[in-house]
């Protein structure tokens, strides 16, 4: 990948690949990054600079810490620690079967970027997540565990005990059988109706979630979503809310704060 990717390290000129993947390469795109970062810093390349489609079995850690400017794309399904500590980069996720896709502890420690899965992932998705923005089509135990910040869309059903934990970011649930109450944690969160700024959110990245899967579950919400957003609950962690509340910032405005203070 480091060799394909060579007019983009060096001159940041877009390159595009066709790959296969098999369940023995682990951490793939780490050493990528690790380039990417080094010529380009933090900021990394624009999105989708260096943009490979896999086909097949990926291995654990797959897209482990990828770089800003840097977009995975798979047809099939991947093993735990998806994304582990993503920093910026674009991972996809699709297969034509609605199945389990990606494994457990997927995102954890994600700090930036965006992810589209087309499916259903393992237990523990996003863990520990304080930036990353990503939609899936179900999950299993503990989803959203000690998440700090983010945004995640979940369009299925989840496990038992999600949002343990959670201080910040924001989840949303699709909750078409009117059963995620019993699913999740109430200890440290809200269950909520949606705002605008909330619907407007959801309706973007659901847009780009169907760009990049052609998901039949996104697309039927976006053709119905004036009826279909009355479905979605939002998870507001308790201490955010009093934070937000008590500095009169938004969301938005809090996370950048944040980011700065390190």
Known sequence: MIKLAKPALEKGEPVKAELAIHNFNRTAGSMLSGKVVKKYGEKGLPDDTIYFRFTGVAGQSFGAW??????FELEGMTNDY???GISGGKLIVHSQRNDIVIGNTTFYGAISGEAYIRGLAGERFCIRNSGLHAVVEGVGDHGCEYMTGGRVIVLGKTGRNFAAG???GIAYIYDKHNEFAEK?????VYLEELDKKDE????GLLQKHFKYTRSPIAKNILDNFNNEKRRFIKVMPR????????????VEELELLEVSDG
């Not at 990828?66 to 977009?71: D, P, Q, R, S, V």
């Not at 999740?184 to 440290?188: A, G």
Request: hydrophobic content about 40%; charged content about 25%.
């Open 66 to 71: 990828l770089a800003k400017g840097i977009t």
């Open 82 to 84: 998806v994304g582990k």
């Open 166 to 168: 959670m201080s910040g």
């Open 184 to 188: 999740c944690n109430p200890s440290m």
């Open 200 to 203: 407007k959110l959801i309706y």
């Open 239 to 250: 201490e955010y809310k009093r934070v937000l509340a008590e500095r009169a910032m938004s």
